[in-house]
């Protein structure tokens, strides 16, 4: 054993309660009308391009549309989402945007709509361009129009792992085989798919989505139990340096 205290926050790591019901509540599930439940990056290739904090209890449309036509409301949920969403449009630059983003970009004038609800992250494909949403690992899936999918479950998924990499941590037991440990995020692409062959860099237009809580609880835990410098084991969790936007996502944390 490490000698780790096997409670983290008042929770018992040995018998956690399966619906985790007392884990949210010691943590704080997003509620609906909590501010900055997400924090969105969007990337042309390498670039980033932009970075938003998302308090609105409705959510956020990307989009791009230069022009926007005047509609009734009806009509504009209908095409558009909610209007009350926060509405981010994705730039263009006209000296330096590739043409094949440029006609992308087209094909984005519905968007996809992004909804915290619950504590997990939900995503609903409006737009022409095909969508897709999975990790850096390549295991990816196609939102389909219209459709309001759940991209990031954090209740049934992410709390699960990490609680068992908590309690597997606490018991000092290094022999025990995991997943991957479980990432605070999200990827989405934008008309292409990536994996092996293709890194997400490399894909036209993508996006990070970050669930600022479970990145809290990533955080929590590399201070709790931080890298075993004697360790060479590939099972060993592995964190990557901050860059500015784990900072920028980390400033829209402390608003919580």
Not at 141 to 163: A, C, M, S, W
Request: charge should be neutral; proline fraction near 6%; hydrophobic fraction near 35%.
């Amino acid at each position: 054993s490490s000698g780790i205290n096997a409670e983290y926050g008042g929770i018992d790591l040995q018998n956690p309660p399966e619906d985790y019901l007392s884990v949210l509540a010691k943590f704080g599930l997003p509620k609906k009308n909590n501010p900055n439940s997400m924090a969105i990056t969007i990337y042309y290739k390498t670039v980033g391009v932009s970075a938003y904090g998302i308090s609105n209890p409705v959510g956020a449309r990307l989009y791009y549309c230069p022009v926007r036509v005047q509609m009734t409301d009806e009509m504009s949920n209908e095409l558009y989402g909610p209007q009350a969403a926060t509405q981010i449009c994705m730039p263009l630059c006209l000296n330096s945007t590739p043409k094949a983003t440029q006609t992308l970009l087209g094909t984005l004038t519905r968007g996809v709509v992004l909804q915290e609800d619950g504590g997990d992250i939900f995503a609903t494909r409006l737009c022409q361009c095909a969508v897709f949403f999975g990790d850096k690992r390549g295991f990816l899936t196609k939102l389909e129009r219209g459709q309001r999918v759940k991209i990031f479950d954090f209740k049934n998924r992410f709390l699960p792992l990490f609680f068992q990499y908590l309690k597997v941590q606490s018991e000092g037991d290094q022999k025990v085989l995991l997943d991957p440990f479980p990432e605070p995020d999200v990827m989405l692409s934008f008309g292409q798919r990536w994996g092996d062959k293709r890194p997400i860099e490399n894909t036209l237009i993508w996006a990070k989505v970050i669930h600022l809580k479970a990145r809290q609880l990533v955080l929590d835990f590399t201070q709790l139990f931080p890298p075993l410098s004697s360790s060479t084991n590939d099972d060993c969790i592995q964190f990557s340096k901050s860059d500015d936007y784990d900072r920028l996502a980390d400033a829209f944390s402390v608003a919580m």
